[in-house]
């Protein structure tokens, strides 16, 4: 069983609309939560973070975090044209490694 | 500022040879992690170094070399290439190593293929 799950889409939504993301894991030791976006030929880039459970907010951007279901989400509300690239999940265990998920590619049509 | 730098762009190299790939941190970052990604997929941790000691290796075989220098560049060797050693190599700069961290910066990468 991988540590990190992610469904690869590639999910096609039109500009406006509120986009979720998700991620699975089997490892209940987790401690630190992250979301990268990663256009294409390009490095990912940090979004957000969130340390144990809960929810954050950034802008148009909200990441929430369900230890209990071992379940990490990312929403976009009023997605963008801008917004279409690849979203990774990534999580850490103090002081271990971070492990990704495969990426979910998004299209936001104008 | 200059993010992290890193070279060759690119790079095709034939099944057995041996490649080197480079790697600048941000100014001020003392620690480097190097990931590969292949095409479809996400990151996968190969090695972390802080202060020109191995912090930390992944799952991959002995083939695969990194070191780290006193200005904090590093480089990320692979021997007898495969040609699943085709991919995205990530280098992400960290500035300390900090055991409780989420930050990292990532550069463009150097895509590698084996043919």
């Known amino acids: 069983q991988k540590e990190v799950e992610q469904d690869p889409g590639p999910l096609s939504v039109p500009e406006g609309a509120i986009v979720s993301l998700n991620c699975t894991y089997s490892?209940?030791?987790?401690?630190?939560f992250m979301w990268y976006r990663q256009y294409s030929r390009k490095g990912p880039e940090l979004l957000m973070y969130?340390?144990?459970?809960g929810n954050k907010e950034d802008g148009r951007f909200t990441a929430q975090v369900d230890k209990s279901s071992k379940y990490i989400s990312l929403f976009i509300r009023d997605s963008q044209p801008s917004d279409s690239a690849t979203y990774l999940c990534?999580?850490?265990?103090?002081?271990?490694?971070?492990?990704f998920g495969t990426g979910t590619s998004l299209t936001v049509i104008p | 500022d200059a993010g992290v730098t890193q070279s060759p762009t690119h790079l095709i190299k034939t099944r057995g040879q041996h490649v080197t790939l480079r790697c600048s941190p941000i100014?001020?970052?003392?620690?480097v992690s190097w990931y590969q990604q292949v095409l479809g997929q996400g990151p996968q941790f190969i090695f972390q170094?802080?202060?020109?000691?191995?912090?930390g290796r992944g799952n991959f075989p002995d083939r695969f070399s990194a070191r780290q220098f006193p200005n904090y560049s590093s480089e990320l060797n692979v021997n007898a290439l495969l040609l699943g050693d085709s991919a995205l190599y990530l280098c992400?700069?960290?500035?300390?190593?900090?055991?409780?961290?989420?930050?990292?910066?990532f550069g463009p990468g150097t895509r590698l293929t084996v043919t």
């Open positions: 992400a700069s960290s500035l300390i190593y900090v055991q409780s961290s989420y930050e990292q910066y």
């Open positions: 490892n209940s030791a987790f401690q630190y």
């Open positions: 969130t340390y144990s459970s």
């Open positions: 990534a999580m850490r265990v103090t002081g271990n490694q971070f492990y």
């Open positions: 100014s001020g970052h003392k620690s």
């Open positions: 170094y802080y202060e020109k000691e191995e912090r």
